[in-house]
């Protein structure tokens, strides 16, 4: 994909801010290669005892690609709710590879990434249920869905969220309430009232 | 479930969370009885929102941190209302309210006036929630109580806790006119004494109420106001975050995390520590005008703060000093237990600082303005004088290793001196001298005696230096060297044994033993054994070949061959760092010496080995002058480790890989020795001699970092192989002779000497050639007893001698070792008897020369190479007699030996000579091309090209065949490959001398077929350099040819009488017959009978026995002879 120079970013950010949603799946390419390339590079980064810092990875693809000085703040929201999508893409990628490689599945590949390595088995595993998780969720609520995707893979702040979902804070806070409650159910079937 | 079983709980989950949990209980009952299913569902869903931190924290943790802590509102929304409670001019309490002094998500500040006591005050109104909240109501009102309890002048006095009649709580505390510490940055950092002694009232402050039990937990300059009496009072005590989690329910606004320590920001347990990270992070920035910890958003401050290091406060600002320095980075200790043990501890060290910092400053104005400067300076200057001085010096006079640093310790212990002379002069000026003072020391510290001091301590260093050389010279206490003190000869041969290697790396090991055996081959003081020798040794001892060179087999090694100590290496892991140790001992096992080094990591590996083979070559007694102008081993190999791993698994210098040799220089390009081995491996295996050529070329340019020796080395193979500049060639063989005179029995010596010789039989200069070769062997024989193996040099000797006509003396020189062998017992080398064979055919003595190569043959049938040779000279010698037959069997039994074992050098020239008998004997011209097809038809142009001065044959085989246009196009392409012309009809100066010779004489044949024949005469006596004879047959026929007959006959005989070496294999086997034949012929037709006569003669007798096709030209000029004879009487 060619480079997106950043006014372009910004503009397809103002579609969005003016209604046009499909503007917003728009995004989610443009925003993908880029991030990718920079997951990649912190994956493959010396440090392999961290965990990604997907949020800081993804405001500073906000810095790169989005051309701050005529962005608007809410550009933000919107950006980083398509970052959020992406990553949680990338993420469950890299989780699929990695607990397929803990697990042996399969037959015996020897040209996986070393990369992969650097992406702890547990946390390869909480993203691989998550990911299950918000696809359930998405079926019966895909606002809690997205919210929740935007919180854990996006790292928005709750402002940030009732921009991108063009709701209120108050609701936001209120629907994030039931959602981490639903998910805590979910990951934790045995919990009786 | 489903969506619509979704759509139902959702309303009623938000209703049932807002709920009292006697409400919530009511309402779910009611909900069970319509409802069961629904109300488990949302019984469950409660339970999990109640207990959501627990179940999901540490999911949430593995997920991604960071977004799941107490950041969650951005900054923007934090701006402070005009007035969010409306309170301005009402009256709560006794306090009337007058405006608002700030906000923020802890609650809203006001200031207001106490009407009872007539004093300004400060009201904060806390967040509505704390005073909802009975669990946090109560813990708030207990910290505030403590903090109201605290009276310490820099702790911000609370007068009350109060309660408005909304039921908010408000606390009134002092007001005071001042600035905050937030308001002090803005207009940038702070002096140094200024700031300490901020944050030294901060430190009281807090360590008064870390006493009391309280942790502030919200240090940071908006907190810290100073009044205007300079009094600095610390705000906000007990409203500091008291329970993160609960906060980030809520979405509580912190503020900016940048000052919060790494263990607050996890959410972890805090304490006192906490405060002191805090204070370190405003001491910074009161410091430096810049925060330790930076991002462009919360999450990367966070990261910053949590792992990253940061920039030392003196980088940020160098006039910062550096136990303040220190000070502030043990604050900044990202493991509590690593800041200071409390409060108090670091009030002290503060203090401490700041009276240091008063009296450096009182000294330093003391001395009156500008003179501190001129002083520092001017000793500045002195002293990087006198270390810029101290190399070349020590290099000049030999001075002992140690001399720079103890030049630099000198300078270092007069500079202390200097400050306090410096001192005592000012006092004196300001204050004159009393008797007192003169008893003190003081009276000491004058200029003058401090100039003397500094003589003195030079001269004694001066007197250190000389009595350690000494002692090293004379063998005389520790610093005696092993040759000094007997212990070792002076060059002995020492073995490098294989390193130990104690790291995971198994490459380590190879490639230090490489580069220690190129530093310690650098020493004049010792030989270091070749690995050739080793080998040879290890096969006599019945050791498999590729055994590993253990200390105890170098020893015993050394033992047998009489040589003089064993080198044994060692390199260990220790954490990240390495120790990297060598030890010299004596075949006996004596140790001699042991030296050892470390380095921090791996790039520092290939110093630490230069430093401890340094220090043993200085035991071992090399002079000290040698010792510094040897360079450092990054510089001679590379500073890459992994480029010399790769370098070193390149096999021994005969036979390297070229594979590792490339991945080598693809690591470090700069490498000089890589290119090197490149060029003479590429130049031995004769491939790619355009690379080869590049190689050379790249070494050349980079020859500055080699050894000495090498470096000559590298600038005489340059101009060999790649300019062509003979004489510049020899100069640098010459000067690497001279560089040694005294120890000519160095074999680089004497293949320096060896190469001059060589280049002046290629100049065809054999009197000078013959000196040279003669002086290798006169080194030889001063080391009799040791089977050294100069035989290249001996035929090479023979060769001039042969090529002078001094056929007897040559055999001297071939047969003189060989008495030696035969009296060791020992097999006569295969190549003295070709040498024999050869020096006999150069006698165009043929009968001889056949048994040499028949033993030959007969004695090394198990060596192919040898074997195959010989048989090659069988086909020679039968061809140059006319038996083509018996030479084209022979030859094609050569070539599938050749074939076979892949020499394929060997196997073009069989193809080359096939080819030439039939056209230039038989005169078969269809036939030769035959053979160029079936021979060399699966041969691809590279490989061939890759023949240098062998493959012009090819295309002049083409121009005798009568294709010269074929000819000239193969000869443009092969010149091409050299980036030389694309016309084929220039001359190919560009090409290679060695290749240029016969590139000219392929384009004397192509001229020759083109009835060109002054182009071909031009051509051919364009030849001046490698064989003498090659040029003059191809010459005499094209004199023939156009018609200049006197002209033929002078060269035909220059031809078939002039002496040389190497006629047989040069020209002979398909020349020298058809020559004498159109001798004879020539003087017969220009009416000299008897000059016919003699060629006549020697030809019948050369082809006496030649093959039935060829007998009638025989029995024609024996006719012709006969009828001389009978004519003549």
């Known amino acids: 994909m060619e480079p997106q120079s950043s006014s372009g970013i910004t503009l397809l950010l103002r579609k969005v801010e003016g209604g046009d949603r499909a503007a917003l799946d728009e995004l989610v390419p443009l925003v993908y290669d880029h991030l990718r390339r920079i997951a990649h590079h912190r994956l493959i980064g010396e440090r392999s005892d961290h965990t990604l810092n997907t949020t800081a990875l993804i405001h500073e693809a906000y810095l790169e690609l989005v051309d701050t000085d005529r962005a608007h703040w809410k550009d933000k929201a919107h950006f980083l709710a398509a970052a959020s999508r992406v990553m949680r893409h990338l993420l469950v990628d890299y989780a699929r590879r990695r607990n397929a490689y803990k697990r042996g599945g399969g037959r015996v590949r020897v040209d996986l990434d070393d990369r992969i390595q650097h992406l702890s088995g547990e946390h390869a595993e909480a993203i691989e249920d998550l990911h299950e998780a918000l696809t359930r969720l998405e079926a019966i609520s895909p606002t809690q869905s997205r919210l929740l995707e935007q919180c854990y893979f996006g790292g928005l702040t709750l402002e940030e969220c009732a921009e991108a979902l063009g709701v209120s804070r108050s609701t936001v806070a209120r629907e994030l309430k039931l959602a981490r409650a639903w998910l805590a159910c979910e990951l934790n079937p045995d919990l009786v009232a | 479930?489903?969506?619509?079983?979704?759509?139902?709980?959702?309303?009623?989950?938000?209703?049932?969370?807002?709920?009292?949990?006697?409400?919530?209980?009511?309402?779910?009952?009611?909900?069970?009885?319509?409802?069961?299913?629904?109300?488990?569902?949302?019984?469950?869903?409660?339970?999990?929102?109640?207990?959501?931190?627990?179940?999901?924290?540490?999911?949430?943790?593995?997920?991604?941190?960071?977004?799941?802590?107490?950041?969650?509102?951005?900054?923007?929304?934090?701006?402070?209302?005009?007035?969010?409670?409306?309170?301005?001019?009402?009256?709560?309490?006794?306090?009337?309210?007058?405006?608002?002094?700030?906000?923020?998500?802890?609650?809203?500040?006001?200031?207001?006036?106490?009407?009872?006591?007539?004093?300004?005050?400060?009201?904060?109104?806390?967040?509505?929630?704390?005073?909802?909240?009975?669990?946090?109501?109560?813990?708030?009102?207990?910290?505030?109580?403590?903090?109201?309890?605290?009276?310490?002048?820099?702790?911000?006095?609370?007068?009350?806790?109060?309660?408005?009649?909304?039921?908010?709580?408000?606390?009134?505390?002092?007001?005071?006119?001042?600035?905050?510490?937030?308001?002090?940055?803005?207009?940038?950092?702070?002096?140094?004494?200024?700031?300490?002694?901020?944050?030294?009232?901060?430190?009281?402050?807090?360590?008064?109420?870390?006493?009391?039990?309280?942790?502030?937990?919200?240090?940071?300059?908006?907190?810290?106001?100073?009044?205007?009496e300079g009094v600095l009072k610390i705000l906000d005590f007990g409203l500091a975050k008291t329970d993160e989690t609960a906060l980030t329910v809520s979405g509580m606004t912190l503020g900016t995390p940048a000052y919060m320590s790494p263990e607050q920001t996890r959410g972890e347990a805090v304490d006192a520590r906490t405060d002191l990270w805090s204070?370190?992070?405003?001491?910074?920035?009161?410091?430096?005008?810049?925060?330790?910890?930076?991002?462009?958003?919360?999450?990367?401050?966070?990261?910053?703060?949590?792992?990253?290091?940061?920039?030392?406060?003196?980088?940020?600002?160098?006039?910062?000093?550096?136990?303040?320095?220190?000070?502030?980075?043990?604050?900044?200790?990202?493991?509590?237990?690593?800041?200071?043990?409390?409060?108090?501890?670091?009030?002290?060290?503060?203090?401490?600082?700041?009276?240091?910092?008063?009296?450096?400053?009182?000294?330093?104005?003391?001395?009156?303005?500008?003179?501190?400067?001129?002083?520092?300076?001017?000793?500045?200057?002195?002293?990087?004088?006198?270390?810029?001085?101290?190399?070349?010096?020590?290099?000049?006079?030999?001075?002992?290793?140690?001399?720079?640093?103890?030049?630099?310790?000198?300078?270092?212990?007069?500079?202390?001196?200097?400050?306090?002379?410096?001192?005592?002069?000012?006092?004196?000026?300001?204050?004159?001298?009393?008797?007192?003072?003169?008893?003190?020391?003081?009276?000491?510290?004058?200029?003058?005696?401090?100039?003397?001091?500094?003589?003195?301590?030079?001269?004694?260093?001066?007197?250190?230096?000389?009595?350690?050389?000494?002692?090293?010279?004379?063998?005389?206490?520790?610093?005696?060297?092993?040759?000094?003190?007997?212990?070792?000869?002076?060059?002995?041969?020492?073995?490098?044994?294989?390193?130990?290697?104690?790291?995971?790396?198994?490459?380590?090991?190879?490639?230090?033993?490489?580069?220690?055996?190129?530093?310690?081959?650098?020493?004049?003081?010792?030989?270091?054994?070749?690995?050739?020798?080793?080998?040879?040794?290890?096969?006599?001892?019945?050791?498999?070949?590729?055994?590993?060179?253990?200390?105890?087999?170098?020893?015993?090694?050394?033992?047998?061959?009489?040589?003089?100590?064993?080198?044994?290496?060692?390199?260990?892991?220790?954490?990240?760092?390495?120790?990297?140790?060598?030890?010299?001992?004596?075949?006996?096992?004596?140790?001699?010496?042991?030296?050892?080094?470390?380095?921090?990591?791996?790039?520092?590996?290939?110093?630490?080995?230069?430093?401890?083979?340094?220090?043993?070559?200085?035991?071992?007694?090399?002079?000290?002058?040698?010792?510094?102008?040897?360079?450092?081993?990054?510089?001679?190999?590379?500073?890459?480790?992994?480029?010399?791993?790769?370098?070193?698994?390149?096999?021994?210098?005969?036979?390297?890989?070229?594979?590792?040799?490339?991945?080598?220089?693809?690591?470090?390009?700069?490498?000089?020795?890589?290119?090197?081995?490149?060029?003479?491996?590429?130049?031995?295996?004769?491939?790619?001699?355009?690379?080869?050529?590049?190689?050379?070329?790249?070494?050349?340019?980079?020859?500055?970092?080699?050894?000495?020796?090498?470096?000559?080395?590298?600038?005489?193979?340059?101009?060999?192989?790649?300019?062509?500049?003979?004489?510049?060639?020899?100069?640098?063989?010459?000067?690497?002779?001279?560089?040694?005179?005294?120890?000519?029995?160095?074999?680089?010596?004497?293949?320096?000497?060896?190469?001059?010789?060589?280049?002046?039989?290629?100049?065809?200069?054999?009197?000078?050639?013959?000196?040279?070769?003669?002086?290798?062997?006169?080194?030889?024989?001063?080391?009799?007893?040791?089977?050294?193996?100069?035989?290249?040099?001996?035929f090479n000797l023979a060769a001039a001698q042969a090529n002078l006509g001094r056929y007897d003396a040559a055999e001297e020189t071939l047969r003189e070792p060989m008495s030696r062998y035969v009296a060791r017992g020992q097999a006569i080398p295969p190549p003295v008897f070709g040498a024999l064979g050869t020096l006999a055919a150069a006698r165009h003595d043929y009968k001889s020369a056949e048994p040499y190569w028949r033993t030959m043959q007969d004695d090394w049938t198990e060596d192919v190479h040898w074997r195959s040779e010989a048989t090659a000279g069988l086909a020679a010698l039968a061809a140059v007699q006319g038996r083509l037959e018996e030479a084209e069997q022979r030859a094609e039994e050569a070539m599938a030996v050749q074939n076979e074992h892949d020499l394929r050098a060997r196997y073009f020239d069989g193809a080359i000579d096939l080819a030439m008998w039939n056209l230039l004997v038989r005169g078969d011209a269809d036939e030769a091309m035959q053979i160029l097809v079936t021979r060399l038809g699966d041969y691809s142009t590279a490989e061939l090209h890759g023949f240098l001065e062998r493959y012009p044959l090819l295309p002049a085989v083409y121009a005798m065949a009568g294709k010269p246009d074929q000819a000239r196009a193969l000869l443009a392409e092969f010149a091409a490959e050299f980036g030389g012309e694309a016309d084929s009809r220039a001359g190919g100066e560009n090409l290679p001398w060695q290749v240029a010779a016969s590139y000219r004489w392929a384009r004397g044949h192509v001229a020759l077929a083109e009835a060109d024949y002054e182009g071909a005469v031009s051509e051919f006596r364009r030849i001046e350099t490698g064989c003498l004879l090659c040029p003059l047959p191809g010459l005499a026929r094209a004199y023939d040819r156009a018609g200049r007959t006197d002209s033929a006959l002078a060269v035909y005989e220059r031809y078939v009488t002039t002496p040389s070496f190497w006629r047989l294999f040069d020209l002979d086997r398909f020349a020298l017959g058809p020559a004498l034949e159109r001798l004879a012929q020539l003087h017969d037709e220009r009416g000299d009978p008897d000059s016919a006569a003699n060629y006549y003669a020697r030809f019948v007798e050369l082809w006496s026995e030649a093959d039935p096709d060829l007998q009638p030209r025989v029995q024609a000029a024996r006719a012709r002879l006969e009828q001389i004879v009978t004519e003549r009487g």
């Open chain 2, 1 to 228: 479930m489903s969506k619509e079983r979704w759509d139902e709980i959702r309303p009623l989950f938000f209703e049932l969370v807002e709920l009292e949990s006697e409400d919530r209980a009511a309402r779910l009952e009611a909900l069970s009885e319509s409802d069961p299913e629904l109300c488990r569902r949302l019984k469950r869903l409660l339970t999990a929102h109640e207990r959501a931190d627990e179940l999901l924290g540490s999911f949430e943790d593995l997920i991604s941190r960071p977004e799941f802590e107490p950041f969650r509102v951005s900054p923007e929304t934090q701006q402070p209302q005009s007035d969010p409670h409306g309170l301005i001019g009402r009256t709560i309490s006794h306090y009337e309210v007058t405006g608002l002094l700030g906000g923020g998500g802890m609650g809203v500040l006001y200031k207001a006036l106490d009407t009872q006591l007539g004093r300004a005050v400060a009201l904060k109104f806390l967040p509505p929630q704390w005073s909802s909240d009975a669990t946090l109501k109560e813990r708030f009102l207990r910290e505030a109580r403590a903090a109201a309890a605290l009276d310490h002048p820099n702790v911000c006095a609370i007068h009350e806790i109060g309660e408005t009649k909304e039921g908010q709580l408000f606390i009134a505390m002092a007001y005071y006119e001042g600035e905050t510490v937030r308001e002090r940055l803005a207009r940038g950092p702070l002096e140094v004494a200024e700031a300490l002694d901020l944050a030294s009232q901060a430190a009281s402050g807090l360590a008064a109420a870390h006493r009391a039990g309280l942790v502030h937990r919200d240090i940071k300059p908006a907190n810290l106001i100073v009044t205007e």
């Open chain 2, 279 to 794: 204070l370190g992070v405003v001491l910074y920035e009161m410091l430096t005008g810049q925060r330790p910890f930076r991002g462009g958003n919360l999450t990367a401050v966070i990261q910053a703060i949590r792992s990253e290091e940061p920039v030392p406060p003196r980088q940020a600002k160098g006039e910062v000093p550096a136990e303040i320095e220190a000070l502030v980075l043990r604050l900044l200790s990202k493991d509590p237990e690593g800041r200071y043990k409390g409060m108090g501890m670091l009030s002290a060290d503060l203090a401490a600082s700041s009276r240091v910092l008063g009296s450096a400053k009182s000294w330093l104005h003391r001395l009156g303005p500008g003179t501190p400067w001129l002083v520092l300076g001017g000793y500045a200057l002195f002293s990087w004088l006198v270390v810029l001085a101290t190399e070349p010096f020590g290099s000049l006079f030999g001075l002992p290793l140690w001399s720079e640093q103890a030049v630099l310790i000198a300078l270092a212990l007069g500079f202390p001196v200097l400050i306090v002379t410096a001192l005592a002069q000012t006092a004196r000026k300001s204050s004159p001298s009393t008797g007192e003072d003169r008893r003190r020391l003081g009276w000491l510290l004058t200029w003058r005696n401090w100039l003397a001091g500094g003589v003195g301590a030079f001269a004694l260093l001066a007197t250190a230096m000389a009595g350690y050389t000494a002692m090293r010279t004379w063998g005389v206490g520790p610093p005696a060297t092993l040759i000094a003190q007997g212990r070792l000869d002076a060059r002995s041969e020492v073995v490098v044994a294989d390193f130990a290697n104690q790291t995971r790396d198994s490459l380590l090991g190879p490639a230090l033993k490489t580069a220690l055996t190129i530093d310690l081959a650098q020493s004049p003081a010792i030989r270091v054994a070749r690995p050739r020798r080793i080998a040879a040794a290890l096969r006599r001892m019945e050791e498999a070949p590729g055994a590993r060179l253990d200390p105890a087999l170098a020893r015993e090694v050394a033992l047998r061959e009489g040589m003089g100590a064993v080198v044994a290496g060692t390199i260990g892991q220790v954490g990240s760092g390495y120790v990297v140790s060598v030890e010299l001992m004596s075949p006996q096992g004596e140790l001699l010496v042991a030296e050892r080094e470390a380095a921090a990591d791996s790039t520092g590996i290939i110093g630490a080995l230069d430093r401890v083979s340094k220090s043993l070559r200085e035991r071992v007694g090399e002079s000290l002058r040698s010792l510094r102008s040897t360079p450092p081993l990054e510089q001679v190999t590379t500073s890459n480790l992994g480029a010399l791993k790769r370098y070193s698994q390149t096999g021994s210098a005969t036979e390297r890989r070229i594979e590792p040799i490339e991945g080598a220089l693809a690591l470090d390009s700069s490498f000089a020795m890589a290119w090197n081995a490149l060029a003479v491996a590429l130049q031995n295996r004769g491939e790619d001699p355009a690379r080869m050529m590049e190689a050379y070329s790249r070494a050349f340019q980079l020859r500055d970092r080699l050894p000495e020796r090498e470096r000559y080395f590298v600038a005489a193979a340059y101009h060999r192989r790649v300019t062509g500049d003979l004489s510049e060639a020899i100069s640098a063989y010459e000067t690497i002779v001279a560089l040694d005179p005294g120890t000519e029995d160095d074999e680089l010596t004497a293949s320096a000497l060896n190469n001059i010789g060589v280049l002046y039989l290629n100049l065809l200069q054999n009197a000078r050639a013959q000196e040279f070769f003669e002086r290798v062997l006169e080194q030889r024989l001063t080391r009799s007893g040791r089977p050294l193996d100069y035989a290249n040099a001996r």
